[in-house]
């Protein structure tokens, strides 16, 4: 590169870091001008020589000077400035007279007037009568001037301080509650994958031995075929999968002889799907389709209350809505859940072509629609079934880092998403070439200037329902590692992203919806990344097997008490499997770890690791002693009453390590054809969970002493 000057401004503003410090903590690695030209080409600007760089970055700052107001500003209730509005006149302005007019979330509009000399760059700070409330608000400013008037707009979000606090949502300084994959989720009653009936159930459980939440998987939509059923990798993050909904309990089943006929004759499939040990996400959905589809059709010829709750669920919905149920139709009609496949004139969702679609397929993409609102319905029982029971959180929502690029989200918002790139993670111990998760990255700067309004409708969808939220990849919002197309992992480079924005929209959101957050922030995390989430009142996550310092195990007191601590992670080995080794055997059968003599110098660590977890828990008192740990059901609740002891707000037990389950649900970076991640199912069904004995030793033994404390 010969244009290192212009390139490296250009960068510096579209966010492109220059450097970091590796997972050692000593090693810095600094991006490269081929890097920077990639990312920026991404974006869409061309840097590829020294004239383009220069001309992209005087675009850039000439479109920043021409702007009367930012299209979007963020602002903390509390901040003095809070009532300013800052503007920008022409360079050299002498002097403006202005009107500002703001228009409330609630369409309550407030005018002021004045008269200003701006600053030498054209600067100038107009000020609101009082400021305003939290919420959304227009802002209007007008700025006249001996050579004309301007005119900008500007979207107004106010924010609180904080997220709420434990204690104000669920009454106590430290709770309790139960973590599970709702895939995996074996019942009676199920139709061969966890529904929002078990769901419920789930949470009535939890609830009856003291828990505070119950937290689930993200339920983001899925195509549910082949290997696309991960749900860190969705096709959509703003609506959810319905092969959760809970066919019975569609209230139009009762009277729908059509639909029971169906099931009856389904009884043979119902059941292999049923007792297998894995999840068969295509025969499930294509089950439950078919029922769903004579349910629909009752639905549509009805009306009354029903009716209208529809109405208005697309009336909130709106746009949105309608674009995830278009994608959804093209996707069976074409046989392809990729859209970069389709026909060039279906791959606008605004294009002639699709209106053709949407308008020759009204009723089909009504059936996708209602399936959405149907869902929304019996995720709302579940949650309120719940909260009925005692669950003073409720539902802990997770929402993933990103979204298939093949997807719905990807199709309808195309200007959001960054196609030449792809988020990842730089090397490590791990992977010397760094991970590629394939997943598109949002652009920062189209973000901003769409006044953020899909990370809203992102966040808002996330907390429906619930009393807390996962932030999976919290440091995402900090800054996310982009991966050139075609580029390998380590030519990759981290971007930057407006996180005070970011939280405070957050913010924003779990004050209205009185709910939890916690930010998922493992690994490596710079060191500006706990105080700002701790500021925002955003809680971290501590796992019991990265708590250590050197070969021991942290003490309980020395936990975090700002987070949420648990044993493990779906990337992570269950407690038993932990145990007896099983993540070795299955890291060595999929080729992670290359030879049987590294496997066995991994089962030699092994052993030192559990003596050491043993040493640890009868340090603590929660095992009478080192050497005789008892059942596996009693060291897991040993584990449990640690992580009770420990001074953390919220502590989550799994699911699979209070009924015992060995088996992995994952294995980070191993492909479906060596791995069938996302589908083993709960040996024990939910029935059993309140009179098997291993489950009641795997809780610990103060676990209400904890929830009451």
């Not at 007019?101 to 600053?119: F, I, T, Y």
């Not at 092994?606 to 009693?634: D, M, Y």
């Not at 969970?689 to 676990?703: G, K, N, T």
């Amino acid at each position: 590169m010969q244009h290192p000057c212009s390139l490296h401004s250009l960068a510096a503003v579209a966010g492109i870091v220059p450097s970091y410090v590796d997972q050692s903590g000593t090693e810095t690695r600094t991006t490269s001008d081929s890097t920077r030209v990639a990312l920026l080409r991404a974006m869409g600007i061309d840097a590829s020589t020294a004239a383009q760089a220069d001309a992209a970055l005087d675009e850039w700052e000439r479109r920043d000077r021409s702007r009367v107001v930012p299209p979007v500003r963020v602002v903390r209730s509390d901040d003095p400035d809070a009532a300013a509005v800052l503007a920008r006149a022409p360079e050299g302005t002498p002097h403006v007279e202005w009107t500002l007019e703001l228009v409330s979330e609630a369409g309550e509009p407030v005018r002021a007037n004045g008269e200003a000399n701006p600053e030498w760059d054209g600067g100038v700070r107009l000020s609101l009568p009082r400021p305003p409330p939290l919420g959304y608000h227009s802002v209007r400013v007008t700025l006249r001037t001996g050579s004309g008037e301007q005119e900008g707009q500007q979207s107004l979000i106010v924010v609180p301080a904080q997220c709420p606090s434990v204690p104000e949502v669920a009454g106590q300084e430290r709770v309790f509650g139960v973590i599970a994959n709702l895939y995996s989720v074996r019942s009676a009653k199920n139709w061969g994958i966890g529904d929002t009936g078990d769901l419920a159930r789930l949470a009535e459980w939890t609830a009856e031995i003291g828990g505070a939440f119950l937290g689930v998987n993200p339920l983001h939509a899925l195509r549910n075929q082949g290997a696309d059923i991960s749900p860190y990798s969705p096709v959509s993050r703003v609506f959810r999968n319905a092969i959760y909904i809970a066919v019975p309990a569609v209230p139009e089943f009762g009277a729908s002889e059509e639909a029971r006929r169906m099931v009856d004759a389904a009884r043979a499939e119902l059941e292999e799907v049923r007792t297998s040990n894995r999840v068969q996400y295509e025969p499930v959905m294509a089950l439950k389709r078919r029922v769903l589809e004579v349910l629909y059709r009752s639905f549509a010829a009805g009306g009354g209350e029903r009716a209208r709750a529809y109405r208005a669920y697309l009336e909130a919905q709106g746009e949105p809505l309608t674009h995830f149920a278009i994608f959804e139709a093209l996707t069976a009609h074409l046989e392809s859940g990729d859209w970069r496949t389709w026909p060039q004139e279906l791959r606008d969702p605004r294009s002639p072509a699709v209106a053709e679609f949407a308008a020759s397929h009204a009723e089909e993409i009504d059936f996708h629609r209602w399936l959405q609102f149907e869902l929304d319905r019996q995720l709302a029982e579940a949650a309120a079934r719940g909260k009925r029971a005692g669950l003073a959180i409720g539902l802990y929502q997770d929402l993933a880092i990103g979204t298939s690029p093949a997807g719905a989200d990807v199709w309808a918002n195309p200007h959001l998403f960054v196609t030449g790139a792809s988020i990842g993670a730089p090397p490590d111990e791990y992977s010397a070439e760094g991970q590629n998760w394939g997943l598109p990255p949002l652009d920062p700067r189209v973000l901003q200037e769409d006044a953020y309004r899909y990370w809203v409708r992102l966040v808002r969808a996330s907390m429906r329902d619930a009393g807390a939220l996962r932030i999976d990849h919290a440091i995402g919002l900090f800054r996310q590692f982009w991966i050139p197309q075609g580029a390998p992992g380590k030519e990759g480079a981290y971007v930057r992203f407006p996180v005070e924005d970011l939280l405070g929209i957050l913010a924003l959101e779990a004050e209205r919806h009185r709910a939890l957050v916690v930010g998922e922030d493992l690994g490596t995390v710079p060191p500006e990344v706990p105080p700002v989430l701790r500021r925002w009142g955003v809680l971290s996550s501590r796992v019991f097997y990265f708590e250590r310092e050197g070969d021991e195990f942290r003490p309980a007191a020395e936990y975090e008490p700002m987070s949420l601590a648990t044993a493990n992670t779906h990337d992570m080995p269950t407690l038993a499997g932990f145990w007896r080794g099983r993540d070795i055997e299955v890291k060595r059968e999929v080729g992670v770890i290359p030879s049987d003599e590294a496997a066995e110098e991994q089962r030699q660590g092994r052993v030192q690791e559990r003596r050491a977890i043993l040493e640890r828990l009868a340090a603590e008192g929660v095992l009478p002693t080192a050497e005789h740990p008892g059942s596996g059901a009693a060291l897991r609740g040993a584990v449990h009453a640690f992580l009770s002891r420990t001074p953390a707000a919220l502590v989550g037990l799994s699911l699979d390590d209070l009924v015992g389950e060995a088996e992995p649900v994952n294995v980070p970076g191993v492909p479906p054809s060596e791995f069938s991640a996302w589908t083993r199912k709960l040996a024990t069904p939910i029935e059993e969970l309140a009179r098997d004995p291993r489950v009641r030793d795997a809780l610990p033994d103060d676990e209400r002493r904890l929830s009451s404390s």
